[in-house]
């Protein structure tokens, strides 16, 4: 027994030396994954464990031989973890952007600040331009909303408070770019207040200084003087139509407007003098946390005098092309949700640079520890795999042994018999010595 302990101790010291020079070496290049191959030549200088004995010893296995290994992975000056199952993308990690999921949901629990992300999430994207070509210059959702000048653009004021709920997320999962924060936290906002899920992909690139934010003037005002008209203008240059308008409105189910930061609005009415929250402003819906469709059923009323209707929401119902829209969600809020979810993903999207160049969404990352599901059309070439002269080959072959395509081959019961004896026999002799 000392002797095998011996043995097993210095293999381990052994691989431990490869291992240590192996990642000295790799400073600068991703790291290969450990395996037993990878430390042969060196163990059989060393010691005269083989490889058969690595692989037998259970203690070896579980510390060397993992089932699933993490790799470095470099990029873009940053420093995150992936496995094999996750697709390879220099923006954003998926097994931190899962983290970073429920830690937002663990911060709209305790500060209920659903509205201000999902703000958040559309002032980054809300920039595009689809005439001009070029990124960043396009804009859209890019993580330039980070950058203080801005943030300093008047339809942003506030906004700075929704970056400081984020930032301690943001240090916490390193790997995730703050574009793809943006929308992950303000898809998540709609989602944990009831609203639909959004089908959202990420792998977003961010900008990487102030210099690359768009100029001011490229999101909606909320009272200009022709509110159908400038609607139309800012939605339409990103490429977003009348329906998409109409349920991108919507959204006004959740929050409040205050004056102090959009100078419309009251300083606070019956809904929120009492929070939740930080009391105070004007809210467009009576349960101002909850998302519905009951800002249409309320603008179409307009019977409270302490729910807020800006100009551009009056105009939904009285522009012919937007009341159609309106008044199909007022009455029917599922076909709100499933056009609202739509909008929300194409908004979050359109603009942004992409990496890899499609994305990816979370719902197809398997979960940590579990095999990666098995799609076969992944791995089909789509070209015949054997010739007709093959085929006939094999067929013939499995004829001779008697069997058929509707017919399998029966069992040989007798050898089936000999073999269970011969098993029965072999366990009674080990029990027996």
């Not at 993992?66 to 470095?72: A, F, H, K, M, N």
Request: aromatic letters at 8%; proline letters at 6%; charged letters at 25%.
């Amino acid at each position: 027994m000392t002797d095998r302990l011996s043995t097993t101790t210095a293999a381990m010291v052994s691989l431990s030396a490869a291992a240590a020079t192996a990642t000295n070496s790799a400073a600068t290049r991703l790291l290969p994954s450990v395996t037993v191959s990878a430390f042969t030549t060196r163990l059989s200088s060393r010691t005269s464990l083989s490889l058969t004995s690595l692989r037998s010893s259970p203690l070896i296995s579980r510390l060397f031989l993992p089932q699933e290994t993490s790799v470095r992975r470099f990029s873009s000056g940053r420093i995150g973890y992936s496995t094999a199952s996750s697709p390879k993308c220099a923006a954003s990690d998926p097994e931190q952007l899962k983290g970073a999921r429920e830690d937002i949901k663990e911060l709209l629990k305790s500060t209920f600040c659903h509205p201000i992300l999902v703000r958040l999430g559309w002032h980054d994207a809300g920039t595009y331009n689809k005439n001009i070509e070029e990124w960043p210059q396009r804009g859209g959702a890019n993580g330039s909303l980070r950058f203080e000048i801005e943030l300093k653009h008047g339809a942003n004021a506030g906004l700075v408070n929704a970056l400081k709920l984020l930032q301690p997320i943001k240090e916490k999962y390193s790997s995730v770019t703050y574009a793809d924060l943006f929308q992950l936290a303000s898809a998540t906002a709609i989602e944990d207040a009831g609203g639909p899920k959004i089908p959202m992909k990420y792998g977003r690139v961010d900008v990487s200084e102030p210099e690359q934010c768009p100029e001011e003037g490229r999101l909606p005002d909320a009272g200009p003087p022709s509110p159908a008209s400038h609607l139309r203008d800012v939605f339409n240059r990103m490429g977003l139509d009348d329906k998409e308008i109409v349920a991108l409105s919507g959204a006004h189910t959740l929050g409040r407007s205050r004056p102090d930061r959009s100078g419309w609005g009251k300083p606070e009415t019956k809904y929120t003098k009492d929070g939740p929250g930080a009391p105070g402003g004007q809210s467009w819906t009576v349960q101002w946390l909850k998302f519905d469709n009951s800002y249409f059923k309320d603008i179409k009323e307009k019977k409270d005098e302490d729910l807020l209707v800006l100009p551009t929401d009056a105009v939904l119902f009285d522009d012919p092309a937007f009341k159609e829209y309106a008044e199909k969600y007022a009455v029917d809020r599922d076909a709100f949700f499933k056009d609202y979810a739509e909008a929300h993903a194409k908004l979050s999207s359109i603009g942004a640079k992409f990496d890899p160049p499609e994305g990816f969404s979370l719902d197809d990352i398997p979960a940590k520890g579990q095999p990666e599901k098995f799609v076969a059309a992944k791995y089909s070439t789509g070209k015949t795999e054997l010739s007709d002269s093959m085929k006939q080959k094999i067929r013939a072959e499995y004829e001779g042994f008697g069997g058929s395509p509707d017919k399998p081959l029966q069992s040989n019961y007798f050898l089936n018999i000999i073999i269970v004896i011969a098993v029965l026999a072999f366990v009674t002799s080990f029990v027996m010595n």
